[in-house]
Protein backbone atom coordinates (compact mmCIF):
# COMPACT_ATOMS: atom_id res chain seq x y z
CA UNK A 1 0.00 0.00 0.00
CA UNK A 2 1.43 3.57 -0.96
CA UNK A 3 1.64 5.95 2.01
CA UNK A 4 -0.14 8.29 0.20
CA UNK A 5 -3.24 7.25 -2.05
CA UNK A 6 -3.70 11.23 -3.66
CA UNK A 7 -1.59 10.67 -6.72
CA UNK A 8 -0.20 13.57 -8.37
CA UNK A 9 -1.08 14.86 -11.54
CA UNK A 10 0.29 12.33 -14.44
CA UNK A 11 2.81 15.31 -15.70
CA UNK A 12 4.86 15.10 -12.51
CA UNK A 13 5.17 11.75 -12.33
CA UNK A 14 5.99 11.37 -15.58
CA UNK A 15 8.81 14.03 -15.22
CA UNK A 16 10.41 12.68 -12.21
CA UNK A 17 10.26 8.87 -13.15
CA UNK A 18 11.97 10.71 -16.57
CA UNK A 19 14.35 12.78 -14.12
CA UNK A 20 15.33 9.22 -12.16
CA UNK A 21 15.57 7.32 -15.46
CA UNK A 22 17.63 9.53 -17.75
CA UNK A 23 19.22 12.18 -15.88
CA UNK A 24 20.87 9.40 -13.49
CA UNK A 25 21.83 7.26 -16.86
CA UNK A 26 23.38 10.15 -18.14
CA UNK A 27 26.03 11.70 -15.10
CA UNK A 28 28.21 8.45 -16.17
CA UNK A 29 28.98 10.42 -19.28
CA UNK A 30 29.66 13.54 -17.14
CA UNK A 31 31.55 11.09 -14.70
CA UNK A 32 33.95 9.98 -17.50
CA UNK A 33 34.30 13.91 -19.11
CA UNK A 34 34.91 15.69 -16.01
CA UNK A 35 37.85 13.16 -14.61
CA UNK A 36 39.68 14.02 -17.59
CA UNK A 37 40.51 17.23 -16.07
CA UNK A 38 39.49 17.16 -12.78
CA UNK A 39 41.16 14.86 -10.21
CA UNK A 40 38.58 12.28 -8.99
CA UNK A 41 38.39 12.73 -5.74
CA UNK A 42 38.67 15.85 -6.23
CA UNK A 43 35.83 15.85 -8.57
CA UNK A 44 33.58 13.34 -6.17
CA UNK A 45 34.43 15.76 -2.83
CA UNK A 46 33.67 19.00 -5.03
CA UNK A 47 30.17 17.67 -6.48
CA UNK A 48 28.79 15.96 -3.03
CA UNK A 49 30.04 18.52 -0.58
CA UNK A 50 28.53 21.58 -2.89
CA UNK A 51 24.87 19.66 -3.13
CA UNK A 52 25.30 18.23 0.61
CA UNK A 53 25.61 21.97 1.76
CA UNK A 54 22.75 23.30 -0.17
CA UNK A 55 20.80 20.12 0.79
CA UNK A 56 21.26 20.79 4.06
CA UNK A 57 20.55 24.17 4.13
CA UNK A 58 17.43 23.76 2.35
CA UNK A 59 15.95 20.97 4.48
CA UNK A 60 17.50 23.02 7.33
CA UNK A 61 15.17 26.21 6.24
CA UNK A 62 11.92 24.00 6.10
CA UNK A 63 12.48 22.77 9.98
CA UNK A 64 13.33 19.72 9.80
CA UNK A 65 14.88 18.52 13.29
CA UNK A 66 18.61 18.12 13.55
CA UNK A 67 20.26 14.88 13.61
CA UNK A 68 21.37 14.19 16.94
CA UNK A 69 24.80 12.90 17.74
CA UNK A 70 24.15 9.38 17.35
CA UNK A 71 22.79 10.15 13.81
CA UNK A 72 25.63 11.82 12.91
CA UNK A 73 28.04 9.37 13.39
CA UNK A 74 25.93 6.89 11.44
CA UNK A 75 25.64 8.83 8.80
CA UNK A 76 29.35 9.36 8.81
CA UNK A 77 29.80 5.85 8.28
CA UNK A 78 27.47 5.64 5.30
CA UNK A 79 29.07 8.67 3.88
CA UNK A 80 32.20 6.73 3.92
CA UNK A 81 30.73 3.46 2.43
CA UNK A 82 28.49 5.14 -0.16
CA UNK A 83 30.31 8.66 -1.49
CA UNK A 84 34.00 7.83 -0.37
CA UNK A 85 34.52 3.69 -1.14
CA UNK A 86 31.12 4.03 -4.13
CA UNK A 87 31.50 7.06 -5.27
CA UNK A 88 35.27 7.86 -4.70
CA UNK A 89 35.62 4.43 -7.15
CA UNK A 90 33.58 4.74 -9.71
CA UNK A 91 35.04 8.00 -10.51
CA UNK A 92 38.31 6.70 -10.05
CA UNK A 93 37.39 3.96 -12.40
CA UNK A 94 35.65 6.00 -15.13
CA UNK A 95 39.58 7.07 -15.90
CA UNK A 96 40.19 3.52 -16.86
CA UNK A 97 36.58 2.22 -17.88
CA UNK A 98 33.72 3.56 -20.46
CA UNK A 99 31.43 5.29 -18.69
CA UNK A 100 28.15 3.19 -20.16
CA UNK A 101 30.33 0.02 -18.80
CA UNK A 102 31.05 1.91 -15.53
CA UNK A 103 27.48 2.00 -15.40
CA UNK A 104 26.52 -1.74 -16.46
CA UNK A 105 28.83 -2.71 -13.43
CA UNK A 106 27.32 -0.81 -10.93
CA UNK A 107 23.95 -2.17 -11.81
CA UNK A 108 25.23 -5.25 -9.94
CA UNK A 109 24.55 -3.64 -6.45
CA UNK A 110 20.95 -5.40 -6.44
CA UNK A 111 22.98 -8.40 -6.25
CA UNK A 112 25.43 -8.12 -4.02
CA UNK A 113 22.34 -6.20 -1.69
CA UNK A 114 20.57 -9.94 -2.43
CA UNK A 115 23.89 -11.40 -0.84
CA UNK A 116 23.88 -9.01 1.63
CA UNK A 117 20.22 -10.00 2.94
CA UNK A 118 21.24 -13.73 2.67
CA UNK A 119 24.46 -13.14 4.94
CA UNK A 120 23.64 -9.96 7.37
CA UNK A 121 20.49 -9.18 7.85
CA UNK A 122 18.36 -12.99 7.10
CA UNK A 123 15.58 -11.34 5.57
CA UNK A 124 16.61 -13.45 2.50
CA UNK A 125 16.44 -17.12 1.43
CA UNK A 126 18.74 -18.75 -1.25
CA UNK A 127 15.59 -19.77 -3.54
CA UNK A 128 16.36 -21.89 -6.61
CA UNK A 129 14.92 -18.60 -8.50
CA UNK A 130 17.04 -16.31 -6.40
CA UNK A 131 20.38 -18.34 -7.27
CA UNK A 132 19.60 -18.69 -10.89
CA UNK A 133 19.46 -14.54 -11.04
CA UNK A 134 23.08 -14.37 -9.11
CA UNK A 135 24.54 -17.03 -11.32
CA UNK A 136 23.83 -14.92 -14.48
CA UNK A 137 24.62 -11.70 -12.98
CA UNK A 138 27.85 -13.15 -12.19
CA UNK A 139 27.92 -14.33 -15.64
CA UNK A 140 27.14 -10.92 -16.98
CA UNK A 141 30.35 -9.28 -15.20
CA UNK A 142 32.54 -12.35 -16.44
CA UNK A 143 31.55 -11.54 -19.80
CA UNK A 144 32.53 -7.42 -19.61
CA UNK A 145 35.72 -8.99 -17.96
CA UNK A 146 36.88 -11.96 -19.65
CA UNK A 147 40.27 -11.48 -22.12
CA UNK A 148 39.67 -15.30 -23.06
CA UNK A 149 35.91 -15.16 -24.40
CA UNK A 150 36.26 -14.35 -28.32
CA UNK A 151 33.76 -11.34 -28.04
CA UNK A 152 33.97 -7.89 -30.29
CA UNK A 153 35.10 -4.96 -27.72
CA UNK A 154 37.98 -5.11 -25.51
CA UNK A 155 36.98 -6.34 -21.93
CA UNK A 156 36.94 -3.46 -18.72
CA UNK A 157 39.88 -2.60 -17.23
CA UNK A 158 40.90 -5.23 -14.29
CA UNK A 159 41.69 -2.56 -12.12
CA UNK A 160 38.73 -0.18 -13.12
CA UNK A 161 36.55 -3.85 -12.95
CA UNK A 162 37.73 -4.09 -9.20
CA UNK A 163 37.26 -0.98 -8.47
CA UNK A 164 33.68 -0.96 -9.33
CA UNK A 165 33.23 -4.31 -7.88
CA UNK A 166 34.57 -2.78 -4.62
CA UNK A 167 31.89 0.18 -5.01
CA UNK A 168 28.84 -2.17 -5.69
CA UNK A 169 29.38 -4.52 -2.77
CA UNK A 170 30.23 -1.23 -0.45
CA UNK A 171 26.79 0.18 -1.85
CA UNK A 172 25.29 -3.13 -0.65
CA UNK A 173 26.99 -2.83 2.19
CA UNK A 174 25.44 0.66 3.44
CA UNK A 175 22.13 -0.70 2.12
CA UNK A 176 21.98 -3.40 4.74
CA UNK A 177 23.39 -1.13 7.44
CA UNK A 178 20.44 1.61 6.97
CA UNK A 179 18.37 -0.82 8.21
CA UNK A 180 19.86 -1.22 11.46
CA UNK A 181 21.76 2.30 11.88
CA UNK A 182 19.99 4.92 13.86
CA UNK A 183 19.24 7.72 11.24
CA UNK A 184 17.03 11.06 10.90
CA UNK A 185 13.55 10.23 10.57
CA UNK A 186 13.24 12.45 7.76
CA UNK A 187 15.01 10.62 4.39
CA UNK A 188 16.29 14.06 2.95
CA UNK A 189 17.87 15.36 6.39
CA UNK A 190 19.64 11.72 6.40
CA UNK A 191 20.67 12.23 2.62
CA UNK A 192 21.70 15.52 3.54
CA UNK A 193 23.84 14.48 6.87
CA UNK A 194 25.27 11.87 4.31
CA UNK A 195 26.46 13.61 1.48
CA UNK A 196 27.86 16.33 3.87
CA UNK A 197 29.96 14.20 5.94
CA UNK A 198 30.54 11.98 2.60
CA UNK A 199 31.94 15.09 0.65
CA UNK A 200 33.98 16.25 3.77
CA UNK A 201 35.62 13.07 4.24
CA UNK A 202 36.46 12.53 0.16
CA UNK A 203 37.83 16.09 0.51
CA UNK A 204 39.81 15.24 2.94
CA UNK A 205 41.23 12.14 1.23
CA UNK A 206 41.73 14.19 -1.75
CA UNK A 207 44.22 16.51 0.04
CA UNK A 208 45.95 13.29 1.21
CA UNK A 209 46.55 12.34 -1.86
CA UNK A 210 47.93 15.40 -3.22
CA UNK A 211 44.76 16.29 -5.98
CA UNK A 212 45.19 20.00 -5.23
CA UNK A 213 48.59 20.01 -6.08
CA UNK A 214 49.34 22.22 -9.61
CA UNK A 215 45.57 21.96 -10.21
CA UNK A 216 43.80 25.56 -11.18
CA UNK A 217 40.21 25.90 -11.65
CA UNK A 218 41.21 28.52 -14.30
CA UNK A 219 42.57 25.74 -16.45
CA UNK A 220 39.20 23.97 -17.11
CA UNK A 221 37.05 23.61 -20.11
CA UNK A 222 33.39 24.44 -20.59
CA UNK A 223 32.76 20.85 -20.68
CA UNK A 224 34.35 20.10 -17.18
CA UNK A 225 32.46 23.02 -15.53
CA UNK A 226 29.19 21.89 -17.24
CA UNK A 227 29.65 18.33 -16.73
CA UNK A 228 30.49 19.43 -12.46
CA UNK A 229 27.35 21.94 -12.48
CA UNK A 230 25.21 19.10 -14.01
CA UNK A 231 26.49 16.52 -11.63
CA UNK A 232 25.38 18.75 -8.59
CA UNK A 233 22.86 20.29 -10.05
CA UNK A 234 20.58 18.07 -11.81
CA UNK A 235 22.39 14.69 -10.71
CA UNK A 236 22.15 15.39 -7.39
CA UNK A 237 19.88 17.71 -6.11
CA UNK A 238 16.86 17.42 -8.54
CA UNK A 239 17.68 13.58 -9.27
CA UNK A 240 17.55 12.74 -5.05
CA UNK A 241 14.53 15.29 -4.68
CA UNK A 242 12.18 13.54 -7.48
CA UNK A 243 13.35 10.09 -6.37
CA UNK A 244 11.94 11.01 -2.58
CA UNK A 245 9.36 12.38 -3.94
CA UNK A 246 8.39 9.55 -6.32
CA UNK A 247 8.48 7.19 -2.83
CA UNK A 248 5.83 9.47 -1.32
CA UNK A 249 3.58 8.20 -3.45
CA UNK A 250 4.46 4.89 -5.61
CA UNK A 251 6.32 1.74 -3.95
CA UNK A 252 9.76 1.16 -3.63
CA UNK A 253 10.08 -1.58 -5.87
CA UNK A 254 7.81 0.54 -9.08
CA UNK A 255 10.13 3.24 -8.10
CA UNK A 256 13.34 1.30 -7.94
CA UNK A 257 12.61 -0.08 -12.05
CA UNK A 258 15.38 2.88 -12.71
CA UNK A 259 18.09 0.31 -11.58
CA UNK A 260 16.96 -1.07 -15.06
CA UNK A 261 17.29 1.74 -16.72
CA UNK A 262 19.64 3.59 -16.23
CA UNK A 263 22.26 1.14 -17.50
CA UNK A 264 20.92 0.77 -20.84
CA UNK A 265 20.51 4.66 -20.79
CA UNK A 266 24.41 5.64 -19.78
CA UNK A 267 25.40 3.07 -22.65
CA UNK A 268 23.37 4.62 -25.69
CA UNK A 269 24.40 8.05 -24.30
CA UNK A 270 28.10 7.04 -23.70
CA UNK A 271 27.80 5.76 -27.45
CA UNK A 272 25.94 8.29 -29.14
CA UNK A 273 27.69 11.30 -27.21
CA UNK A 274 30.52 10.08 -26.19
CA UNK A 275 31.76 7.99 -28.48
CA UNK A 276 32.00 4.74 -26.90
CA UNK A 277 31.97 1.35 -28.16
CA UNK A 278 28.90 -0.75 -28.50
CA UNK A 279 30.33 -4.24 -29.33
CA UNK A 280 28.78 -7.75 -28.71
CA UNK A 281 30.31 -7.87 -25.27
CA UNK A 282 28.71 -4.69 -24.08
CA UNK A 283 25.60 -5.89 -25.26
CA UNK A 284 25.67 -9.73 -24.03
CA UNK A 285 27.01 -8.29 -20.44
CA UNK A 286 24.38 -5.44 -20.20
CA UNK A 287 21.44 -8.49 -20.96
CA UNK A 288 23.01 -10.62 -18.25
CA UNK A 289 22.87 -7.95 -15.58
CA UNK A 290 19.81 -7.13 -16.46
CA UNK A 291 18.24 -10.30 -16.53
CA UNK A 292 19.45 -10.71 -12.82
CA UNK A 293 18.73 -7.36 -11.13
CA UNK A 294 15.24 -7.64 -12.39
CA UNK A 295 14.62 -11.53 -11.20
CA UNK A 296 16.23 -9.85 -8.16
CA UNK A 297 14.20 -7.25 -7.26
CA UNK A 298 10.83 -8.86 -8.33
CA UNK A 299 11.87 -12.03 -6.14
CA UNK A 300 9.03 -11.57 -3.58
CA UNK A 301 11.17 -12.06 0.27
CA UNK A 302 9.70 -14.42 2.65
CA UNK A 303 6.74 -13.16 5.25
CA UNK A 304 8.56 -13.86 8.61
CA UNK A 305 6.61 -14.71 11.11
CA UNK A 306 4.96 -13.65 14.22
CA UNK A 307 6.98 -14.69 17.18
CA UNK A 308 5.02 -15.70 20.82
CA UNK A 309 5.67 -11.70 21.93
CA UNK A 310 4.27 -10.45 18.52
CA UNK A 311 1.06 -12.82 19.33
Known amino acids: MNANTDRPATWKTLAAFAVIYFVWGSTFLAIRVGVREIPPLLFAALRFSTAGVLLYAWVSGRGEPQPTRREWMS???LGLLIFVMDYGLLFWAEKRVPSGLAAVMLATIPVFMALSEIIMLRTQRLTLRLSAALLVGIAGVAVLVSRSLNLSGDPIDSLGAVALTSAAISWSVASALMQKLPLPSSKMMSAAAQMLTGGAMLTIAALCLGELRDFHFS???????????????????????????????YSPTKVGTYAYVNPVVAVLVGYFLGGESLA?????????????VIVITTTRKPVAKPSKADA
Open 75 to 77: ASL
Open 219 to 249: ALSREAWFSLIYLIVAGSIIGFTAYVWLLHY
Open 280 to 292: MRTILGTVCVLIS
